[in-house]
Antibody
Framework: EVQVLESGGGLVQPGGSLRLSCAAS????????MNWVRQAPGKGLEWVSV????????FYADSVKGRFTISRDSSKNTLYLQMNSLRAEDTAIYYC?????????????WGQGTLVTVSS | EIVMTQSPATLSVSPGERATLSCRAS??????LAWYQQKPGQAPRLLIY???TRATGIPARFSGSGSGTEFTLTISRLQSEDFAVYYC???????????FGQGTKLEI
């Protein structure tokens, strides 16, 4: 059974940093690109970042480019999101989402999310 | 950036009825369109990909259609568990900039 489980959320002050983790199981982790998607309270979904299965290629939404870094450790089957220079508008539930396949860019499995609150 | 616009924002229907949700892209996304369902306090769930292919385990009452810029999600014979928020998402562009619609809330 495919499972992805996020952790690392919490309360952080503006300008601060936080690292999110996503533990994956039930599939060959290194074969699939992985994404982070966020949802501000009461709002819609916003794609944040994607990393290829090999970890070589990464892409970011303009809203986080230069502040967030996505990475992965295939030996631990874990995805990460390093978030720096956090702003109030980064407050959201952050979801880890598995891509459907090599040429399947939709997201077929999602974690339950971890809440990040940026506030003084 | 490709902008996805969903309509209506809220759709009020009764159990047993049919619901039709629309999604429009600001430029062609071919058939690279997915639909997700999200219930309160839960993560989104993939319903449809490739504009019209049901994901694993999704009931046949859910169907998707369209290509290019106009897409539709149809739910026939609504059941109580179908009342949720539905999002469309395009995954057509490169480099990736996967954009979602703002969502349609399906309510009783």
């Amino acid at each position: 059974e495919v499972q992805v489980l996020e952790s690392g959320g919490g309360l952080v002050q503006p300008g601060g940093s936080l690292r999110l983790s996503c533990a994956a199981s039930g599939f060959t982790f290194s074969n699939y690109a992985m994404n982070w998607v966020r949802q501000a309270p009461g709002k819609g979904l916003e794609w944040v970042s994607v990393i290829s299965g090999s970890g070589v290629s990464t892409f970011y939404a303009d809203s986080v480019k230069g502040r967030f870094t996505i990475s992965r450790d295939s030996s631990k089957n874990t995805l990460y999101l390093q978030m720096n220079s956090l702003r109030a508008e980064d407050t959201a539930i952050y979801y880890c989402a598995k891509r459907g396949g090599p040429s399947a860019y939709y997201f077929d499995y999602w974690g339950q999310g971890t809440l990040v609150t940026v506030s003084s | 950036e490709i902008v996805m616009t969903q309509s209506p924002a809220t759709l009020s229907v009764s159990p047993g009825e049919r619901a039709t949700l629309s999604c429009r892209a600001s430029q062609s996304v071919s058939s690279n369109l997915a639909w997700y369902q999200q219930k309160p306090g839960q993560a989104p769930r993939l319903l449809i990909y490739g504009a019209s292919t049901r994901a694993t385990g999704i009931p046949a009452r859910f169907s998707g259609s369209g290509s290019g810029t106009e897409f539709t999600l149809t739910i026939s014979r609504l059941q109580s568990e179908d009342f949720a928020v539905y999002y469309c998402q395009q995954y057509n562009n490169w480099p990736p900039m996967y954009t979602f619609g703002q969502g349609t809330k399906l309510e009783i």
